[in-house]
């Protein structure tokens, strides 16, 4: 009997801990630094207790966190502050592999759990609205009550939102079958938060992200190597498009209230600043979180300070900190990703694209690449992605180098 009872706790332990996360990213976004280690220990000893294996680990991703980790650990030989560079490739080791167990575990999940979230993630991705919006009015009645000469910041909850955003797209694969009435509730609680946010990088990333999910030609084979090729000169081009954006764009985007409101000047003037500092040092950069021990040369004309904590553009930040070597394995990490998507069928191709673009995009213009949540957000992606995609072609599938076996 305990036996049993014991068994049965480990079926519902993946599933309770899968549907909590959007909970845990619309409230505590900050906890995402943990958070995915705990679920994938959790789902780990749940698969190992069940099948008395482990599950199978795709070592190239292995390699790839290897490879970045050591990257950014041989950074310290010219890094501004070596042992800095070298206590951030620690933390960020133990994320990345983290999420490489839980990509395991999503792909070797058993049906039974698979329908469970596929009928629960939805309800519990609505809770989560629900719940950042509760936290959002609080920051509200906070600002509201604050004694006037209070500069309340707000922006912290950003996170929140931008992480549900992103994990709207695998909860809309996984919502397919879900009632009239669970669509509603989400779509009136969705508009509202959009409605409510400041993160433009959220409205853009749901804007990609629909737009892959729903009209991108997976079918047709050209479209996948030609958005390659653009990919990749865009990354090896990023010091010189940025200087030319904010050349052309800047004083212009001042005059849109949506990009004005996003302050796309400042981050532009960032990104020009930070663009030339990094082709100061093209080949090697200057190595981890170089940003955060600078000053640059500015004429701080929207962005009214010489200093900055990261450059709002993983892109850059990787010309900054590693320069070209950065760029190339930018580059062949990305390419790599996006040549395993297109090994999907159709409509996983289109989800396993939407996930892509939509996070590279909020990756391209907000947060630190090494900001120990987002690290958190982005390793839990491709698990959650993997999940919906099976749950889409109901766990049929070919052999796939993202999702293995049928």
């Given at each position: 009997?305990?036996?049993?009872?014991?068994?049965r706790?480990?079926?519902?332990?993946?599933?309770?801990?899968?549907?909590?996360?959007?909970?845990?990213?619309?409230?505590?976004p900050?906890?995402?630094?943990?958070?995915?280690?705990l679920?994938?220990?959790?789902?780990?000893?749940c698969?190992?207790?069940?099948n008395?294996?482990?599950?199978?680990?795709?070592?190239?991703?292995?390699y790839?966190?290897?490879?970045?980790?050591?990257l950014?650990?041989?950074s310290?030989?010219?890094?501004?502050?070596p042992?800095?560079?070298?206590s951030?490739?620690?933390?960020i080791?133990p994320?990345?592999l983290?999420?490489?167990?839980?990509?395991?575990?999503?792909?070797?999940?058993?049906?039974?759990t698979l329908?469970?979230?596929?009928?629960?993630f939805?309800?519990?991705?609505?809770?989560?609205?629900?719940?950042?919006l509760?936290?959002?009015?609080?920051?509200?009645?906070?600002?509201?009550t604050?004694?006037?000469?209070?500069?309340?910041?707000?922006?912290?909850?950003n996170?929140g939102?931008?992480?549900?955003i992103?994990?709207?797209?695998?909860?809309?694969?996984?919502?397919?079958s879900?009632p009239?009435?669970?669509?509603?509730?989400?779509?009136?609680?969705l508009?509202i938060?959009?409605?409510?946010?400041d993160?433009?990088?959220?409205?853009?990333a749901?804007?990609?992200?629909?737009?892959?999910?729903?009209?991108?030609?997976?079918?047709?084979?050209?479209?996948?190597?030609?958005?390659?090729v653009?990919?990749?000169?865009?990354?090896?081009g990023?010091?010189?498009?940025?200087?030319?954006?904010?050349s052309?764009?800047?004083?212009?985007?001042?005059?849109i209230?949506?990009?004005s409101?996003?302050y796309?000047?400042?981050?532009?003037?960032?990104?020009?600043?930070?663009?030339?500092?990094?082709?100061?040092?093209?080949w090697?950069g200057?190595?981890?979180?170089?940003?955060?021990?600078m000053?640059?040369?500015?004429?701080?004309l929207?962005?009214?300070?010489?200093t900055?904590?990261?450059?709002?553009?993983?892109?850059?930040?990787?010309?900054?900190?590693?320069?070209?070597?950065?760029?190339?394995?930018?580059?062949?990490?990305?390419?790599?990703?996006?040549?395993?998507?297109?090994?999907?069928p159709?409509?996983g191709?289109?989800?396993?694209?939407?996930?892509?673009?939509?996070?590279?995009t909020?990756?391209?213009?907000?947060?630190g690449?090494?900001?120990?949540?987002?690290i958190?957000?982005?390793?839990?992606l491709?698990?959650l992605?993997?999940?919906?995609?099976r749950?889409?072609?109901?766990?049929?599938l070919?052999?796939?180098?993202?999702?293995?076996?049928?």
């Amino acid at each position: 009997m305990a036996l049993s009872i014991f068994m049965r706790i480990c079926a519902l332990l993946p599933v309770i801990l899968i549907c909590l996360l959007p909970l845990v990213a619309a409230t505590v976004p900050r906890s995402m630094s943990v958070v995915p280690a705990l679920v994938a220990l959790g789902c780990w000893g749940c698969f190992y207790t069940q099948n008395r294996r482990w599950p199978t680990i795709e070592w190239v991703f292995v390699y790839w966190s290897l490879a970045l980790a050591g990257l950014m650990a041989a950074s310290a030989l010219w890094a501004l502050d070596p042992s800095f560079a070298l206590s951030r490739a620690a933390k960020i080791l133990p994320l990345l592999l983290a999420g490489v167990m839980l990509l395991a575990w999503a792909r070797q999940a058993d049906s039974a759990t698979l329908a469970l979230i596929h009928r629960l993630f939805p309800l519990a991705f609505v809770f989560g609205l629900a719940l950042c919006l509760v936290w959002m009015a609080a920051g509200y009645y906070e600002l509201i009550t604050l004694a006037p000469d209070k500069n309340p910041n707000l922006s912290y909850q950003n996170r929140g939102v931008v992480a549900l955003i992103l994990l709207l797209l695998p909860a809309l694969v996984f919502a397919r079958s879900a009632p009239r009435w669970l669509w509603a509730l989400g779509s009136l609680l969705l508009t509202i938060m959009l409605f409510v946010t400041d993160s433009q990088s959220a409205h853009l990333a749901l804007l990609i992200g629909l737009f892959f999910l729903f009209f991108f030609p997976a079918g047709r084979p050209w479209i996948w190597p030609t958005l390659q090729v653009i990919l990749i000169a865009l990354i090896i081009g990023a010091p010189f498009l940025a200087q030319f954006l904010y050349s052309q764009l800047a004083e212009a985007s001042t005059q849109i209230d949506w990009l004005s409101q996003g302050y796309a000047a400042s981050r532009m003037e960032i990104w020009d600043f930070i663009a030339r500092a990094a082709l100061e040092k093209p080949w090697l950069g200057h190595g981890v979180e170089a940003a955060r021990q600078m000053h640059f040369d500015t004429k701080q004309l929207f962005f009214k300070t010489d200093t900055v904590l990261h450059p709002h553009n993983f892109v850059l930040q990787f010309w900054l900190e590693f320069g070209l070597l950065g760029a190339v394995f930018l580059s062949g990490f990305l390419g790599d990703i996006w040549r395993r998507l297109q090994t999907l069928p159709a409509a996983g191709a289109r989800l396993g694209a939407a996930v892509f673009f939509a996070t590279i995009t909020t990756a391209a213009i907000t947060y630190g690449i090494w900001q120990g949540w987002w690290i958190g957000v982005l390793s839990l992606l491709p698990a959650l992605a993997t999940l919906a995609i099976r749950v889409a072609h109901r766990d049929v599938l070919p052999d796939s180098p993202i999702l293995g076996k049928s």
